[in-house]
């Protein structure tokens, strides 16, 4: 039972950790410390996937996200904002605050109410099978998804890649000359 | 722990990423909070995983993450392209194709 309770403890801990975060980073001013909330609340769920006895998931989770998502926001962050201004343009929306707050909260409140009205939820208590397990569904039931997703995710690149080149190097010769755009200083008049 | 409380924790996270949805005017804020939304569903997928002792629960979860990591790439590089076109990425003032 003590054991119980410690792994209790840990868990409300972490779902405290991760909450307040998550808060933070919905209604946070400054869109730096947003994604840094981020990073806080994703670490914190891999420590929960860790209590869960996922801890293949916990190390995608921590390589995946905390260390690359969250450093591509930063990035994307620090390429597209303005040196002022960034706290008012992150605000939100003072006049959708209501409806959104009555939206969530009563999605949130009738799920909950639906998880407070079943009964015969699985009580296992067992340790689960590990990553072995894990890959090797992954590697041949899953195979063809896996596939597809690896399909997905190049698509994805490229697409990204496609979207977020400088200029659409066309035909034209000065597209070719110029394919970060005309110098402004240029004097065209000569 | 029971599979019910993680389940609380995993509606309360869903619905705190979809109110940040909704009020958002930042389309990185909008990102962010998708974000939130998308770990909301993997602790629930987990937590099944766990309570069930079924590893499809886990596989699902691989699955979501390498969706969302695919939405934010190429989410980024929207964000990027509008900051270039309109030198904000002011997501209420980006509803041209709306009219």
């Known amino acids: 039972m003590g054991n119980f309770m410690l792994e209790l403890l840990a868990t409300a801990a972490v779902a405290g950790v991760i909450l307040a975060a998550a808060v933070s980073v919905v209604i946070g001013r400054n869109l730096v410390h947003s994604v840094l909330m981020l990073g806080v609340l994703l670490f914190c769920t891999a420590v929960l996937f860790i209590l869960l006895e996922a801890p293949f998931l916990a190390g995608i989770q921590v390589m995946l996200y905390a260390g690359g998502v969250v450093t591509l926001m930063l990035f994307a962050i620090m390429l597209t904002r303005r040196s002022g201004g960034v706290a008012v343009s992150n605000e939100t929306l003072p006049r959708r605050r209501v409806p959104a707050l009555l939206l969530s909260f009563g999605l949130g409140a009738l799920v909950c109410w639906s998880i407070h009205e079943t009964t015969d939820f699985p009580v296992s208590a067992e340790v689960s099978r590990g990553t072995k397990q894990l890959g090797y569904i992954l590697f041949t039931d899953q195979a063809l998804s896996l596939e597809v997703l690896g399909v997905l995710l190049l698509a994805a690149t490229i697409g990204a890649i496609v979207l977020a080149r400088r200029r659409d190097y066309g035909e034209s010769a000065q597209s070719r000359a110029y394919p970060y755009g005309v110098p402004v200083s240029e004097d065209r008049s000569s | 722990v029971t599979l019910a409380q993680l389940l609380y924790l995993g509606v309360v996270l869903f619905c705190i990423g979809l109110y940040g949805v909704l009020t958002r005017r930042n389309f990185m804020g909008i990102l962010l909070s998708v974000e939130v939304m998308a ?20 596989v699902f979860a691989v699955f979501v993450m390498a969706l969302t990591v695919a939405e934010v790439v190429v989410g980024l590089a929207l964000v990027i392209l509008l900051y270039r076109t309109m030198r904000h990425t002011d997501i209420d003032e980006a509803s041209h194709l709306r009219h």
């Open chain 2, 39 to 58: 770990n909301a569903v993997n602790v629930v997928s987990i937590s099944f995983s766990r309570f069930t002792q079924n590893l499809l629960g886990q």
